[in-house]
């Protein structure tokens, strides 16, 4: 059972107004209703010192252009554009700090465009993903099985778990969205000292449900 303890701790990250009813029946909620704020995320690629340097130049380092909610991370003023065998798209968002390995993330409305079939995968599962390629200001970079349609997912700490009844790797049902209803099934919960309380889904799954960064979902059975 959900208590004051955690809607306390949880109202203390989400604006009032965002913490609407669900469109769910109340019986079927694991506990109060507890709302978890949404992070909507568009089409970003994570890149590797390597990447960084032959996109933009030897010694290049990225430089942020604002802060995002969880803890280190940040949008940087740097995109790129990425190319398929069908098409390209312009101006996607570079997110810092530089990763051991580069990963593309994609929406599967962005796969229609490009022209390619990337499967959706947790973070860092990349074995026979899709590919692509990176182009930069001086040069660019040849993805292979770097490029994936992120799995739904929940950041939250230790804490947060512990109040919410669950633990990592698990994989929960989400209820979003006033209007349409809509649940989330697979959503996996990702739990780390460093996390932030977030639901992040990509814009096409945020635009079928009706919901926008900010908006708060709800765990259900």
Same mark, same amino acid.
């Given at each position: 059972?959900?208590?004051?303890?955690?809607?306390?701790?949880?109202?203390?990250?989400?604006?009032?107004?965002?913490?609407?009813?669900?469109?769910?029946?109340?019986?079927?909620?694991?506990?109060?209703?507890?709302?978890?704020?949404?992070?909507?995320?568009?089409?970003?690629?994570?890149?590797?010192?390597?990447?960084?340097?032959?996109?933009?130049?030897?010694?290049?380092?990225?430089?942020?252009?604002?802060?995002?909610?969880?803890?280190?991370?940040?949008?940087?003023?740097?995109?790129?554009?990425?190319? =398929?065998?069908? =098409?390209?798209?312009?101006?996607?968002?570079?997110? =810092?700090?530089?990763?051991?390995?580069?990963?593309?993330?994609?929406?599967?409305?962005?796969?229609?465009?490009?022209?390619?079939?990337?499967?959706?995968?947790?973070?860092?599962?990349?074995?026979?993903?899709?590919?692509?390629?990176?182009?930069?200001?001086? =040069?660019?970079?040849?993805?292979?099985?770097?490029?994936?349609?992120?799995?739904?997912?929940?950041?939250?700490?230790?804490?947060?778990?512990?109040?919410?009844?669950?633990?990592?790797?698990?994989?929960?049902?989400?209820?979003?969205?006033?209007?349409?209803?809509?649940?989330?099934?697979?959503?996996?919960?990702?739990?780390?000292?460093?996390?932030?309380?977030?639901?992040?889904?990509?814009?096409?799954?945020?635009?079928?449900?009706?919901?926008?960064?900010?908006?708060?979902?709800?765990?259900?059975?």
């Amino acid at each position: 059972m959900i208590n004051t303890v955690l809607m306390t701790h949880i109202q203390e990250r989400l604006p009032a107004s965002k913490l609407w009813a669900p469109a769910v029946s109340s019986a079927s909620l694991t506990g109060a209703a507890v709302g978890i704020p949404t992070g909507v995320s568009n089409r970003h690629v994570h890149l590797s010192q390597a990447d960084i340097e032959a996109l933009f130049g030897e010694g290049y380092q990225l430089h942020p252009l604002k802060e995002l909610s969880q803890p280190g991370q940040f949008a940087a003023k740097e995109c790129v554009m990425v190319v =398929g065998p069908k =098409g390209s798209i312009n101006n996607v968002r570079i997110l =810092g700090p530089a990763r051991s390995e580069t990963q593309l993330e994609v929406s599967k409305a962005d796969c229609y465009a490009l022209g390619i079939k990337a499967p959706v995968r947790e973070s860092g599962d990349l074995y026979r993903s899709a590919d692509a390629l990176l182009v930069g200001t001086m =040069g660019y970079v040849n993805l292979q099985s770097k490029v994936i349609c992120a799995q739904r997912h929940i950041h939250m700490s230790p804490q947060d778990a512990l109040l919410l009844g669950v633990e990592h790797g698990q994989k929960v049902r989400v209820s979003a969205g006033q209007q349409c209803g809509l649940v989330f099934e697979q959503v996996v919960v990702r739990v780390d000292d460093l996390y932030f309380l977030e639901f992040h889904i990509d814009t096409d799954e945020a635009n079928a449900a009706g919901i926008r960064s900010g908006d708060a979902v709800y765990l259900v059975d």
